[in-house]
């Protein structure tokens, strides 16, 4: 978590001129209603209150004549680079935007002219290559990078967390409460090299040393070795010796943590993506996490072994999307 002590004044600016009056109008009362609630100070610190709901809609980021409320948020976002270059301080507003054109996450930053940072942070977005089709953005009208106070739910947070846990900040920072969840907002900051390769990494790591194992048996129907019967093999068994070091695949925290099961041994799971991916790994001969821990891609988080029903010291190696199982050898790098 990040823990900073600071002090700080806001202040709203009327909005530009340019608005004609039924947008004016709007944006307007969306914008009062949603955007300028101050909490009574938590923590000694006031947060702008944000909530989703009540922001002015931008219905498509194609450019057209009639697309009047997306045509006004891009002259906002002029008219603030024009603002922050000159010193002055920008105008203070929130839309909101459902990708319901099948935009890719590098499309919508380039249609609205804010940085992939900016928007990631915002929406918790961990990776460049997510799928975001359909799902409903919150678009801010100035660029920097948002880090969550609260424990970081991905890589990305937790890297901004840990680097900035010791920053001494300056006047152009302010705290907001996003749907709940309470942000620092770094106005004009950007991901530094480190951060932006975490952000744009999106292969996935294999769960042992490439030189470390073989395939003993495949993803699919298979005859099981003990009562003889065909049956799906949910996952992919990785043979290899006892006491090898088994890595998380991708950044993730540990979902379960199961021990002296009947037909898995001693297993662990990990959710990845808010949960839109998991990875299991079984017949482990002993486990170096707890449950709810975070782990990063990399890290080793057990051993090889054969406990539960295992012929062998292997590593069954599962990987879920949205609960159902696929071949990993289509999302692995595995050689053989």
């Known amino acids: 978590m990040i823990s900073i002590n600071y002090e700080t004044g806001l202040s709203f600016k009327r909005l530009p001129r340019f608005f004609n009056f039924f947008v004016f109008f709007l944006i307007f009362t969306f914008a009062v209603s949603a955007q ?11 947060r702008i209150i944000i909530e989703k709901d009540k922001l002015p809609e931008i219905e498509s980021i194609e450019p057209s004549r009639a697309n009047t409320v997306f045509k006004d948020f891009n002259s906002i976002v002029e008219n603030n680079s024009k603002l922050i270059a000159a010193g002055r301080e920008p105008e203070i507003m929130f839309f909101k935007y459902t990708n319901n054109e099948r935009f890719t996450f590098q499309g919508i930053a380039g249609r609205t002219c804010i940085w992939q940072e900016t928007l990631a ?9 997510d799928d975001i089709k359909g799902k409903t953005l919150i678009i801010p009208v100035i660029n920097g990078i948002f880090i969550p106070i609260e424990r970081g739910i991905n890589s990305i947070e937790v890297l901004l967390q840990e680097n900035y846990s010791t920053q001494t900040l300056t006047k152009s920072n302010i705290y907001y ?3 709940g969840r309470d942000y620092l907002f770094l106005r004009s900051k950007r991901f530094t090299p480190t951060e932006r390769a975490y952000f744009l990494d999106s292969a996935l ?6 030189d470390s194992f073989w395939v003993s ?13 065909m049956k799906n093999h949910n996952g992919i068994d990785l043979a ?13 925290s540990v979902y379960a943590v199961i021990e002296n099961d009947s037909e898995f041994g001693n297993y ?20 170096f996490v707890d449950r709810y821990q975070y782990v990063k891609k990399g890290d080793v988080i057990a051993l090889v072994g054969q406990t539960g029903k295992a012929t062998g010291p292997h590593l069954h190696f599962e990987i879920r999307q949205g609960g159902k199982a696929e071949n990993p050898r289509n999302k692995l790098n595995i050689k053989e």
């Open 36 to 46: 300028t609630q101050t909490e009574a100070q938590k923590d000694g610190i006031p």
């Open 121 to 129: 942070t915002l929406n918790q977005i961990e990776n460049a290559q």
């Open 177 to 179: 409460t996003i749907n």
């Open 205 to 210: 790591r294999l769960p042992l040393d490439n």
């Open 217 to 229: 048996s495949e993803f699919g129907k298979r005859k099981n070795p003990f009562s003889g019967e």
């Open 240 to 252: 290899a010796s006892e006491g090898t070091p088994v890595y998380a695949i991708k950044d993730g």
């Open 268 to 287: 662990l799971i990990l959710s990845h993506d808010q949960g839109k991916m998991t990875s299991v790994y079984a017949h482990l001969s002993k486990i």
